[in-house]
Structures are given as structure tokens and as C-alpha cells.
């Protein structure tokens, strides 16, 4: 049974920090996609960072460039670290796990896995 399971979320001010982990348990494939989304109140679920397989290159949304970091070891797991944090980036965040993938790693349907989601408010 494949299991991810997030931690770090909180309440911070905006210009803070958080970091995000995400360890995951039970996927055994060699080759993967894995991400963070997150998803605002009434906004849909966009893609934050992710790693795909095939090119092994670590990709950001631009809102979010030079600013949040995408970590990966080799047992899966992934941190999110979040700097310089602004009220726009508030939202329930994810991480996300699955097979193989060529394609554009920002696809939410790609993903067979998905955390229980962690909560980041970005307030003063």
C-alpha cells in the first residue's frame, strides 16, 4: 500500500520560511513522477515543483521560481523548502507520486498518489 504522508505546514508571516516534507512508503517503481501542488479556497489545484524520471530535471511554477526549493532523496521522500513566503502562496499543499512519465510534470492526472495535504497560511 502506497503511502505519502505530509508534515510542516503552519501559519507564518509573509517573508518567512517553511519547509514541507513528504515521506512516502510501500512504491517500489524505479521510475516516477513526483510534485507538490497546491490548491487556494476556491481556486483550482496548480503545480508548484516537480521532478520527472525521464529527464530528472527539478521544474517550477513561475510564481513560485527562485524562491521554493524541490528536494529528493533516493527513498522518495521530497521536502518543499519556502522562502521569502507571500499571502498569494496560502493554500492546502500536496504532494503527489506516479509511474513513469515523458510529459509535462505539472498534469495533476499523471499522479496516482496524492498526501493528505498540509496547510500554509501566509499572514500578517
Known amino acids: 500500500q502506497v503511502q505519502l504522508v505530509e508534515s510542516g505546514g503552519g501559519l507564518v508571516q509573509p517573508g518567512d520560511r517553511l519547509r514541507l516534507s513528504c515521506v512516502v512508503s510501500?512504491?517500489?517503481?524505479?521510475?516516477?513522477?513526483i510534485g507538490w501542488f497546491r490548491q487556494a479556497p476556491g481556486k483550482e489545484r496548480e503545480g508548484v515543483s516537480c521532478i520527472s524520471s525521464s529527464d530528472g530535471n527539478t521544474h517550477y511554477a513561475d510564481s513560485v521560481k527562485g524562491r521554493f526549493t524541490m528536494f529528493k532523496d533516493k527513498s522518495k521522500n521530497t521536502d518543499l523548502q519556502m522562502n521569502r513566503l507571500k499571502p498569494e502562496d496560502t493554500a492546502n499543499y500536496y504532494c503527489?507520486?506516479?509511474?513513469?512519465?515523458?510529459?509535462?510534470?505539472?498534469?495533476?492526472?499523471?499522479?496516482?498518489?496524492w498526501g493528505q495535504g498540509a496547510q500554509v497560511t501566509v499572514s500578517s
Open positions: 510501500g512504491f517500489t517503481l524505479d521510475h516516477y513522477v
Open positions: 503527489a507520486l506516479g509511474g513513469f512519465w515523458s510529459g509535462d510534470c505539472f498534469q495533476p492526472g499523471v499522479y496516482s498518489f
